[in-house]
């Protein structure tokens, strides 16, 4: 049997844990459990995981340092890291955040906390 790791998902004013499989990348985990990373357009024409179209962004509470190139500018801009350019292999507390047209964040929602 796989090691599992816990990832809680803090979506709006609800907060659940899910067990995911180390190593997998949190994209995949987090569609998996139902969890919509996408906004409506974006979730239908996507890159599917392959971090070019910049769209499923989630802000990252307390998990794994950035090690992308998009994941490092992220950090120093203080926008959500794409959720298909990390790998889960421990803990981590993620944010979905509100997406209205393709990846494009409402005003608030820019994952600053």
């Known amino acids: 049997m796989a090691e599992t790791v816990p990832v809680t998902v803090v979506d709006g004013d609800d907060r659940s844990t899910i067990e995911v ?20 357009v974006s979730k239908h024409a996507n890159c599917g ?7 499923c962004g989630v802000a990252i509470e307390d998990g794994p340092a950035p090690t992308h190139w998009h994941d490092s500018a992220a950090a120093r801009f203080g926008y959500p890291r794409l959720s298909c350019r990390i ?5 981590m507390t993620v944010r979905l955040v509100e997406k209205v047209v393709w990846g494009q964040l409402l005003p608030d929602s820019s994952g600053r906390g």
Do not use: H, I, N
Request: include cysteine; aromatic fraction near 6%; hydrophobic fraction near 30%.
């Open 21 to 40: 499989e180390r190593g997998r990348t949190l994209r995949d985990a987090l569609l998996d459990a139902g969890f919509e990373v996408y906004g409506r």
């Open 49 to 55: 995981g392959r971090g070019l179209c910049g769209t």
């Open 87 to 91: 790998t889960v292999e421990e803990a």
